[in-house]
């Protein structure tokens, strides 16, 4: 059973920055999709980003672009989200999350981390 442990969650000040993590266990598959998802209090949880391990491909939501940026240390099975410019919208839970496949959406994901819990707040 895949296992994904996020970390580095907290609070931090309006045009801050944050760098989340998610360690990727027991992944049987050479290639998936990998990124992150959050869920602010009150609304659907969102598509953030997430990285292809075969392409490198990335993918970032509209509202993310420039500001956000995924990456992926194959080495160490990890996947990280480096947020920047960071506004009070982007108070979230964000959950690590894994898509056997190429496609990327709430509907495609196959295993979801427990999520780690982001404020934005002055």
């Given at each position: 059973?895949?296992?994904?442990?996020e970390?580095?969650?907290?609070?931090?000040q309006?045009?801050g920055?944050?760098?989340?993590?998610?360690?990727?266990s027991r992944?049987?598959l050479d290639?998936?999709r990998?990124g992150?998802?959050?869920?602010?209090?009150?609304?659907?949880?969102?598509?953030v980003?997430s990285?292809?391990?075969s392409s490198?491909r990335?993918?970032c939501g509209e509202?993310?672009?420039?500001?956000f940026?995924?990456?992926?240390?194959?080495?160490?099975?990890?996947?990280?989200?480096q947020?920047?410019?960071?506004?009070a919208e982007a108070?979230?839970v964000?959950?690590?999350?894994?898509s056997?496949?190429?496609s990327?959406?709430?509907?495609y994901?196959?295993?979801?981390?427990?999520?780690t819990p982001?404020?934005v707040s002055?």
């Amino acid at each position: 059973q895949v296992q994904l442990v996020e970390s580095g969650g907290g609070v931090v000040q309006p045009g801050g920055s944050l760098r989340l993590s998610c360690v990727a266990s027991r992944v049987t598959l050479d290639y998936y999709r990998i990124g992150w998802f959050r869920q602010a209090p009150g609304k659907e949880r969102e598509g953030v980003a997430s990285i292809s391990t075969s392409s490198g491909r990335t993918i970032c939501g509209e509202s993310v672009k420039g500001r956000f940026t995924v990456s992926r240390d194959a080495a160490k099975n990890t996947v990280h989200l480096q947020m920047n410019s960071l506004k009070a919208e982007a108070t979230a839970v964000y959950y690590c999350a894994l898509s056997c496949g190429t496609s990327w959406g709430e509907g495609y994901i196959d295993y979801w981390g427990e999520g780690t819990p982001v404020t934005v707040s002055s």
